[in-house]
């Protein structure tokens, strides 16, 4: 945000918090706000700096899904080299049918949102449309909190991600996956109660205190299987011999 986008460091803390607390990611908020970037150059800044050594492989956890009879799918708001390395880091690379990540959702540099969050180009889809006029000036959102005006509303933006409940849904309409009958895994509060609202059965990962939205609550992602020993009962088995590299942006969930 300094060194790319040439915002105040005094500014970081403050306007990264309203960013993300608004928007779901920063980098949703900062396109909201009327900055213009390249998507990959992002995400190879933000996340080429990222101490990746510290992910070891993880055993226990690739048994776990290895062992789990149904289908396994990612679906991340990063995008897929962060996504692969850390599964590759994790040894957890072909443990998943697939991942549905920032670039699944967000296939076209767009500079337009729909009024309507139903609407097929909101969801990012083929158009490539870029020649609409771009605002030029920048939504001061710390003013618009400092002092708010009456009727006065927040820009949208054009990345499709959690938590909003129409990136999820993209999501399993990509998957081809019924709401109803998916179990759907995160660490973020936001994300469980966006999941819950499009009708999925939710777990939160992280605490054992569980939330409203949340069906399940896990202080470890490890304790899958005390708290869900049904999962491995099912007699609704998948196949799910998963060979070599997880594939990106064919139907996964997780």
């Avoid at 403050?14 to 992002?42: I, P």
């Avoid at 962060?82 to 670039?103: N, Q, R, T, Y």
Wanted: glycine letters at 6%.
């Amino acid at each position: 945000m300094v060194e790319k986008l040439g915002i105040g460091r005094e500014k970081i803390v403050e306007l990264s918090n309203y960013l993300y607390k608004n928007y779901g990611t920063t980098m949703a908020g900062l396109r909201a706000v009327g900055y213009d970037f390249d998507y990959d150059d992002y995400h190879s800044y933000v996340h080429g700096g990222l101490p990746y050594e510290n992910l070891k492989p993880d055993p226990q956890l690739r048994s776990l899904l290895l062992t789990l009879p149904i289908r396994k799918i990612i679906f991340t708001n990063a995008d897929r080299v962060h996504a692969i390395k850390a599964l590759s880091k994790l040894g957890l690379e072909d443990c998943f049918e697939g991942i549905i990540c920032f670039e699944t959702l967000n296939p076209t540099h767009k500079n337009t949102v729909s009024d309507d969050e139903d609407d097929v180009e909101f969801l990012g889809s083929v158009s490539t449309t870029t020649s609409v006029a771009k605002n030029p000036e920048i939504f001061d959102i710390i003013g618009h909190f400092a002092d708010p005006k009456p009727g006065a509303t927040l820009p949208k933006t054009p990345i499709v991600c959690k938590p909003q409940d129409s990136a999820i849904e993209l999501a399993l309409k990509i998957a081809k996956i019924n709401p109803q009958r998916t179990l759907f895994f995160d660490d973020s509060v936001r994300n469980i109660q966006a999941g819950k609202r499009v009708g999925l059965h939710t777990v939160l990962v992280g605490t054992s205190q569980r939330p409203k939205g949340a069906d399940y609550a896990l202080e470890s992602i490890h304790n899958i299987k005390q708290a869900l020993p049904e999962l491995w009962e099912t007699d609704v088995k998948s196949d799910v011999s998963y060979a070599g590299q997880v594939a990106v942006e064919t139907p996964v969930i997780a």
